[in-house]
């Protein structure tokens, strides 16, 4: 039976522990790279509706998914709710979830930022798409009946 030593406390502890019963840190070494919040988080807005951010996170299979169902934008609606979790995740949760407990930086208050404004940007500029035509047609008609009371003698 073998003892190191904490990565957290320097007490020692059983080499097969996988978390220090003096101090609870993490003892397990996180093979390959480190998946970053922030960028998670630019490949989600930017091409959230395409999967490259379920790629990053090497979530192979539902990035082909999202490719394929791309053109129907509900990965787009799903990416743009995944965008916020991405952006307003603590940095222990993303940790354990995508880096085996070893912590990244935060997330940039720019990705928090496109997390909050793009989606009420892109539903204003759909809604603005589908308001002005309405409100041009509106005024046409209004013009039209304008001309036509003027060019109905007054009967009195």
Same mark, same amino acid.
């Given at each position: 039976?073998?003892?190191?030593?904490?990565?957290? %406390?320097?007490?020692? =502890?059983?080499?097969?522990?996988?978390?220090?019963?003096?101090?609870?840190?993490?003892?397990? #070494?996180?093979?390959?790279?480190?998946?970053? +919040?922030?960028?998670?988080?630019?490949? %989600?807005?930017?091409?959230?509706?395409?999967?490259?951010?379920?790629?990053?996170?090497?979530? $192979?299979?539902?990035?082909?998914?999202?490719?394929?169902?791309?053109?129907?934008?509900?990965?787009?609606?799903? *990416?743009?709710?995944?965008?916020?979790?991405?952006?307003?995740?603590? +940095?222990?949760?993303?940790?354990?979830?995508?880096?085996?407990? $070893?912590?990244?930086?935060?997330?940039?208050? $720019?990705?928090?930022?496109?997390? #909050?404004?793009?989606?009420?940007?892109? =539903? $204003?500029?759909?809604? *603005?798409?589908?308001?002005?035509?309405?409100?041009?047609?509106?005024?046409?008609?209004? +013009?039209?009946?304008?001309?036509?009371?003027?060019?109905?003698?007054?009967?009195?």
């Amino acid at each position: 039976m073998a003892m190191v030593y904490c990565r957290g %406390c320097g007490k020692e =502890i059983h080499e097969t522990a996988p978390t220090c019963p003096h101090c609870g840190a993490l003892q397990q #070494v996180v093979s390959g790279t480190l998946k970053s +919040q922030t960028v998670a988080g630019l490949w %989600c807005g930017f091409l959230g509706g395409f999967g490259a951010h379920r790629f990053y996170l090497g979530k $192979t299979v539902s990035g082909i998914l999202y490719l394929l169902f791309c053109w129907t934008y509900i990965p787009a609606l799903i *990416a743009s709710v995944e965008m916020l979790l991405i952006a307003f995740s603590s +940095q222990q949760t993303w940790a354990a979830k995508h880096n085996g407990g $070893t912590l990244t930086p935060p997330v940039h208050w $720019t990705i928090k930022a496109l997390a #909050v404004l793009g989606p009420i940007l892109i =539903i $204003t500029g759909i809604l *603005a798409a589908i308001m002005v035509p309405a409100y041009e047609g509106y005024t046409q008609r209004a +013009q039209q009946f304008q001309s036509l009371l003027l060019a109905v003698p007054i009967i009195g």
